[in-house]
């Protein structure tokens, strides 16, 4: 991760921090950050910053009001990447995602006094080397099932990324968006990392997970997959006819759901 990318995480964890100790110190005992924030693969003006915060209590009326106070406040400032995570009290850590209702969360900077957010599998595992910005976690007292993970990922290939594919696939709006780069690029490195959990029942970022796949899939696969690296990272595109890399992208995104339906 880059020195820019580094910087933009510490000013945004900083001011989210001061944050929560002006408005719900006594609310928040922990924070800790998750995705491409701790993962290394973050980029300024794509990535969200993702993050589990640690409740004292399950929240009141007034503490998620000071709650949606405070995601305003933050989200005052537009150069600031967007909250997207989720408000656990310690019990429900312990307990795991299958066990925990709908509760606060933010997606892509919007506050929701209570919705399921990223209440699975996939967060907890990816906790397991979250970075503390308040507070710390033992490991050990986190829930932890790599096979209830394996089969997430799986119920969500079946779930979301097949629609997904089928819409992209057409000439709708996703279709159309297939054209560009970056959808592209979300598609193939996010069925990527799929692959690589059911795989390995670990957590990969989208880079290192396309550079998995890499090594993995067919030399038939080498292109499109190194043109999703190159536009995550801000490189050229090879392709110079963008439906030729509309072409391969479903191709390569078909192959990797085939290949997590046989894993």
């Not at 995601?71 to 005052?76: D, E, L």
Request: hydrophobic share 40%; with cysteine.
């Amino acid at each position: 991760m880059d020195g820019a990318a580094q910087t933009t995480i510490d000013l945004a964890a900083t001011i989210f921090r001061t944050r929560i100790d002006r408005y719900c110190s006594d609310l928040v005992p922990g924070l800790h950050l998750v995705g491409s924030a701790a993962d290394g693969d973050f980029r300024p003006g794509q990535s969200d910053l993702d993050f589990v915060a640690v409740l004292s209590r399950i929240p009141t009326d007034a503490d998620i009001e000071a709650l949606g106070i405070l995601h305003r406040s933050y989200g005052s400032d537009p150069t600031l990447p967007r909250l997207d995570g989720i408000w656990l009290t310690r019990e429900e850590l312990r307990a795991g995602p299958d066990a925990v209702g709908p509760g606060p969360t933010s997606a892509s900077g919007t506050f929701f006094e209570s919705a399921r957010g990223n209440r699975n599998p996939v967060t907890w595992i990816s906790l397991q080397h979250g970075i503390p910005i308040i507070g710390t976690l033992d490991p050990g007292t986190l829930w932890c099932d790599r096979e209830r993970l394996r089969a997430w990922v799986r119920q969500n290939a079946t779930g979301y990324w097949r629609p997904w594919l089928n819409r992209s696939s057409g000439w709708g709006p996703a279709g159309l968006a297939m054209l560009g780069r970056a959808a592209p690029m979300w598609g193939v490195l996010g069925i990527a990392r799929q692959h690589y959990t059911v795989t390995t029942g670990e957590i990969a970022s989208k880079s290192a997970a396309g550079q998995w796949a890499l090594e993995r899939f067919g030399e038939h696969h080498r292109r499109i997959l190194a043109e999703a690296l190159a536009s995550r990272h801000g490189a050229p595109s090879a392709y110079r006819n963008p439906f030729n890399r509309r072409r391969d992208a479903l191709t390569f995104i078909a192959t990797a759901l085939a290949a997590i339906d046989a894993a």
